[in-house]
């Protein structure tokens, strides 16, 4: 059980084109997902906090207007970075805390390499 | 301002030896840690976690350690095997929050050599 998936593991676009990221969990309902960013050889950073039903909170230093958040059902969460640049290819990986859970026990998915051109 | 430090980047131990895998904090918040092992191009793989009312949690061969005056948690891994390579990281969160938020060291490469 606590499976989370992430579609595409790999993109590759073009500066400037928008890519989509999903996050789904797979065999439980997800009140929360947090999407995090991976540099090389380096900490997981979090990006920003998902709740079904209502706006993202993100943390400082994360354009809220570039990676858009959209946390449409309880099991499904996408990330959406907008006009994408260079700089932002990175390794994104979400999570997702169960709905009933007794500790803060988060679910990894399997991240996506992204890579911008 | 890193809340939660792994100052190993590395550590290469020999199979069946044990393997002690250390991580500090610097917010007396936080109440609940984790450790997770991460292979490349993956999400991380949950391990074990202890609660601040522990000092002392284990399964199976992994046992972790949480020294809550020296803010200091340490993961423990014996015997180790070939498979437990892996980069691991320590995560702290404030339970008590409820926002679920986990706060991520910066990983320590495990290396055990057959």
């Known amino acids: 059980g606590a499976v989370v998936s992430q579609h595409p593991s790999r993109v590759i676009c073009k500066s400037g084109t928008s890519v989509k990221i999903e996050c789904r969990s797979l065999d439980f309902q997800a009140t929360t997902m947090f999407w995090y960013r991976q540099f090389p050889k380096k900490s997981l950073m979090l990006m920003a906090t998902?709740?079904?039903?209502?706006?993202?909170?993100?943390e400082q230093g994360v354009e809220k207007d570039k990676f858009l958040i959209n946390h449409a059902s309880l099991t499904l969460s996408t990330l959406t970075v907008t006009s994408a640049h260079p700089e932002d290819s990175s390794f994104y990986i979400c999570?997702?805390?169960?709905?009933?859970?007794?500790?803060?026990?988060?679910?990894f998915g399997p991240g996506t390499r992204l890579t911008v051109l | 301002d890193q809340q939660v430090k792994q100052n190993s980047p590395s550590l290469s131990v020999q199979e069946g030896r044990i393997s002690i895998l250390n991580c500090d904090y610097t917010?007396?918040?936080?109440?609940?840690f984790l450790w997770y092992k991460k292979y490349p191009a993956e999400g991380p793989t949950f391990l074990i976690s202890?609660?601040?009312?522990?000092d002392k949690n284990e399964d199976g061969r992994f046992t972790v350690f949480l020294n809550k005056s020296a803010k200091h948690l340490s993961l423990h891994i014996v015997p180790s095997q070939p498979g437990d390579s892996a980069v691991y990281f320590c995560a702290a969160s404030v339970f008590s929050s409820n926002t679920g938020k986990l706060i991520f060291g910066q990983g320590t490469t495990l290396q055990v050599k057959p």
């Open positions: 998902s709740n079904e039903g209502s706006k993202a909170t993100y």
């Open positions: 202890i609660s601040s009312i522990k």
């Open positions: 999570s997702a805390r169960p709905a009933v859970q007794s500790y803060n026990e988060q679910f």
């Open positions: 917010n007396s918040m936080f109440d609940y």
